[in-house]
């Protein structure tokens, strides 16, 4: 088990592609930290300079206090494991565990009990003697997440491990890992690009874009205080409503003013204590989540449903009013069908108020 520490981490690749920009982060001791972003936007280069399979361009890693910058990837102790889980095929299930164990001269008798206690954890004990292509995915990954544990390094680094099993086995999987760290302790770093995964996993998660880290914290804070329109659109689902407007403020209050609504136009939202300062005129965005905006007979927005998505538990309505096409969660259907009239309410405690861009 052991600490973590990013300082004002670089990566620029020999083309000159500046992959990861100037990246802090205070990783504790036995914490679960995920790295979440579109793709692209830095977090696999990010997990490599850790793992020391990337150059570190400028800035320092640590590990336990330690300077890592310059060592080398086997003397880190820290084990990744990949989406690729490249398993010996000629090997069984018990010596490809084991493998690692056995390079480092590890005695045969502990490398069974290390590999044995790691099946058990695993639920893995009957497939000891297989081999890897007599078994499923989820069971390779499985046996990839035991090779892991067995080194019982200072921390796990997770590259979108799940991204190759089928959307059930990814939710098994993932309370799989996540039970399994808490288990151990050890600190652990994961790489996803899908937020709901992020946010199920992390003790903290960290939003990337284009190689900068846009906010960090733990999932709920970060999903209910979002720092950026960016933020609070990309967690969640379904995605939060992002509207256009301008900041007044009026009688020494705020609003913002949200025109080309149809009728009523323009909305007036009264803003509230949290959001940031901004000053008469200036162009803002609101946000605000659609399981939080009300479809009900006397709300000040009348739009038009343009598209239904029946969820089981509830429906997906997407509604045109005027220039805007706001997305509303509701429960039930309502006996909404295309092209029903709806009045709608943004209650102005719901919204988020971000600056643009
Ligand atoms: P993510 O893991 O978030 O998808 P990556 O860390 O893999 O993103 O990549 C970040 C950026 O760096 C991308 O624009 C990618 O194309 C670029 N990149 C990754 N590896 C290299 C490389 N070896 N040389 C040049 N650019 C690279």
Partial sequence: MSSISLRSISKTYPDGKCAVRDVSLEIEDGSFVVLVGPSG???????????????????????????????????RDIAMVFQNYALYPHLSVEDNMGFALRMRGVPKKERAARVRRAA???????????????????????????RAIVREPKAFLFDEPL????????????????R?????????????????????????????KDGDVLQSGPPGEVY????????????????????????????????VEITGVGEGDPLQIPTREGHPAMTDGDPCLLGVRPQLIRIDGD???VGEVVDLETLGFGTDVSIRAGEHEIRVRIEGGHGLGIGSKVRITIDPGSCHLFPPG
């Fill in 41 to 75: 936007c830095g977090k696999s280069t990010t997990l490599r300079m850790i793992a020391g399979l990337e150059t570190i361009s400028s800035g320092v890693l640590e590990i336990d206090g330690e300077r890592m910058n310059e060592v080398r990837p086997k003397d």
């Fill in 120 to 146: 058990d954890l695993l639920g893995i004990d009957d497939i000891l003697r297989k081999k890897p292509g007599q078994l499923s995915g989820g069971q390779r990954q499985r046996v990839a997440l035991g």
């Fill in 163 to 178: 991204s190759n099993l089928d959307p059930d086995r990814r939710v098994s999987t993932r309370a799989e890992i996540r």
């Fill in 180 to 208: 399994i760290q808490r288990e151990l302790g050890t600190t652990t770093i994961y790489v996803t690009h899908d937020h709901e995964e992020a946010m199920a996993l992390g003790d903290v998660i960290v939003v990337m």
């Fill in 224 to 255: 209910d205080a979002p720092a950026s329109a960016f933020v609070g659109a990309f967690l969640g689902s379904p995605t939060m409503n992002i509207l256009c407007g301008v900041y007044r403020t009026s009688a020494g209050s705020g609003l």
């Fill in 299 to 301: 709300g000040p927005i």
